[in-house]
């Protein structure tokens, strides 16, 4: 079969693999439907992080059962699945506390920009669902990562009905950050970014001001629109140190910024916290607990996370498709096999 392999900074080929096939009794083989590109893969892509050597790169998709091993009740083939960017049992204690990306017995893909992954501890990993209208597998390939990490940073941080949220980060899990907050009932949503196609579907998702001021500009900006009190919730969907740097300023005395943004160089400031009791809550979204909340939110239309994919591509245009987001041309990029 057909998959991505990056080899280095602004190197991604696709190449022929050895097809997936079942290698535990707990595995299944899942036919690639959908696939995308995420931000933290840049990280690789721009060579700020290192690929040592040839690598499979991506985590998110949806797509449809195979086969499954002699050990899978909860799937079968021919079903149409989504599943979280790692696997679980959701069976041990942190899964059933709620944070199943910690699972006891975590493991990884293999890479789902291809046509096809081997997904393990299926039971425990796989959701299946009605197969779906073409125009909603965008939004429940979302689920997969973007739009649960989102609502993570929306859950972390006790987003609560007529607070005041900042959402630090206008891609694609901050855009998804903005819908979280709206569900949850926000008062009023503060979105900083710089970009105008990103403010305008910030503003759609339900986004009521934009902040572009970064550093000292931002935080004076977001203080003149709260009377100088600060949010209520703050959402760092970015990693830097600035980014995390900002967020605890922007909040108000008591407030907790949850944190999403894969960590780069991030360094908050633990005198910071101290002085303004603002707490840092957060890390990777256990989206496989989010599952069941979120899927009947996208199959009745109560939320759209799919309009973050702005640009959609052949599996074969691949590198067009990092190109395009490294860029900044397309917030994200989804993937045809």
Request: glycine fraction near 10%.
């Amino acid at each position: 079969m057909r998959a991505t392999v990056i080899h280095g900074a602004h190197d991604v080929r696709l190449e022929e693999v050895p097809d997936p096939v079942i290698e535990l009794p707990t595995d299944a083989v899942v036919r690639t439907v959908a696939s995308c590109v995420c931000g933290s893969d840049l990280w690789r892509y721009r060579g700020i992080a290192p690929v040592r050597r040839p690598t499979r790169i991506g985590h998110e998709y949806v797509g449809v059962v195979e086969a499954v091993g002699d050990a899978v009740t909860a799937v079968r083939p021919g079903q149409f699945v989504v599943g979280p960017f790692y696997s679980c049992d959701s069976t041990c204690p942190h899964c059933e506390a709620g944070f199943s990306s910690v699972c006891e017995h975590l493991d990884w893909y293999d890479g789902c920009q291809a046509e096809a992954i081997r997904v393990p501890l299926a039971d425990g990993t796989l959701v299946a669902v009605e197969q779906p209208a073409e125009e909603l597998v965008p939004s429940l390939l979302t689920l997969s990562d973007v739009m649960a990490t989102g609502w993570h940073a929306a859950e972390m941080a006790g987003v609560r009905a007529g607070m005041t949220v900042v959402v630090v980060g206008d891609g694609a899990v901050g855009l998804c950050g903005v819908i979280a907050a709206k569900a949850k009932g926000a008062g009023r949503i503060i979105v900083i970014s710089r970009h105008a196609p990103r403010q305008a579907l910030a503003r759609d998702f339900g986004a009521t001001d934009i902040v572009p001021g970064r550093g000292e500009a931002g935080v004076e900006q977001v203080m003149g629109l709260t009377s100088g009190i600060g949010a209520d919730a703050v959402l760092e969907c970015v990693g830097t140190a600035d980014s995390i740097r900002d967020s605890l300023a922007y909040a108000r005395p008591g407030a907790v910024v949850g944190f999403v943004g894969v960590p780069h160089d991030s360094d908050p400031s633990i005198a910071t916290m101290f002085s303004r009791n603002v707490g840092l809550r957060g890390g990777m979204a256990p989206v496989r607990n989010y599952l069941p909340q979120l899927l009947p939110l996208v199959l009745d239309g109560t939320i759209d996370p799919g309009r973050v994919f702005d640009l959609e591509l052949p599996l074969d245009r691949v590198a067009e498709a990092y190109e395009a987001m490294a860029e900044r041309r397309a917030i994200k990029v989804l993937l045809r096999p």
